[in-house]
């Protein structure tokens, strides 16, 4: 469509609007993000249809798009700062129409390791998939993970670390989690620069995430096959 054809959201029909809501989000678009999903409510569409047909939807495409490196961290963050501005609106909607969610996590980067642009960007796509993420920040302790595992509650629980200094604390991490008797409650993911597959099989991690495609791709999956498992 040329430039000068100015695209008014309010203007087109629902299924349109979402696939303009699409383009909107690949491009970063956050006021136009707003404007769309707030349409849609005013249609009556349910907070739910909204974060899944037009946001989780969307940041799939941008989700594929980084895998296969078409797209590059800075302008994931912008997407995802877009996705951000429609769940603020969602978010209260979703709460009172207890609409159901993929899953849950906590994420924080470990102890001594204050790098957190991979961890955002996890906790961002995360969220843009659908997920509640608790971000628990940088330069966490076992003593700060452990208290969030028992406020929220969550399905998994993600690490992050830059610095081949700060990978070994992932074991401490975990091997807490096994002394307490907690391991089998929580799905494991570590992620960051350093760190291999074999590294996350060592420290007894569910799945190393080589970027924050692979970490949804691997949330997903792995939450739907212990709810599987639990509801055997």
Not at 217 to 232: G, Y
Request: charged fraction near 25%; hydrophobic fraction near 45%; aromatic fraction near 4%.
């Amino acid at each position: 469509m040329a430039d000068d054809d100015e695209i008014i959201l309010s203007e087109l029909p629902d299924d349109e609007l979402v696939l303009q809501m699409h383009d909107d989000l690949y491009d970063g678009l956050k006021d136009e993000i707003e404007e769309g999903t707030r349409l849609l409510l005013d249609r009556g569409w349910t907070p739910y249809d909204v974060l899944t047909r037009a946001l989780v939807a969307g940041m799939k495409i941008v989700g594929d798009d980084f895998r296969d490196g078409i797209l590059f961290v800075p302008e994931v963050l912008l997407s995802a700062n877009a996705m951000k501005s429609g769940m603020t609106i969602l978010k209260p909607l979703l709460a009172e129409t207890g609409a159901p969610r993929m899953g849950k996590m906590v994420i924080g980067t470990v102890k001594g390791d204050i790098h957190d642009i991979g961890k955002n960007l996890v906790a961002m796509m995360m969220e843009g998939a659908g997920f509640e993420v608790v971000d628990l920040g940088i330069n966490n302790s076992v003593e700060k993970y452990l208290e969030a595992l028992g406020t929220e509650a969550p399905d998994i629980l993600g690490m992050s670390a830059l610095l081949t200094t700060t990978m070994p604390y992932m074991k401490v991490v975990i091997d807490t989690l096994k002394e307490k008797g907690m391991r089998e409650d929580y799905i494991v993911l570590v992620g960051g620069a350093p760190l291999n597959e074999e590294f996350g099989r060592a420290i007894g991690a569910d799945a190393y995430c080589r970027d924050a495609a692979v970490a949804v791709e691997t949330a997903k999956q792995l939450v739907a096959r212990r709810h599987n498992q639990l509801s055997a």
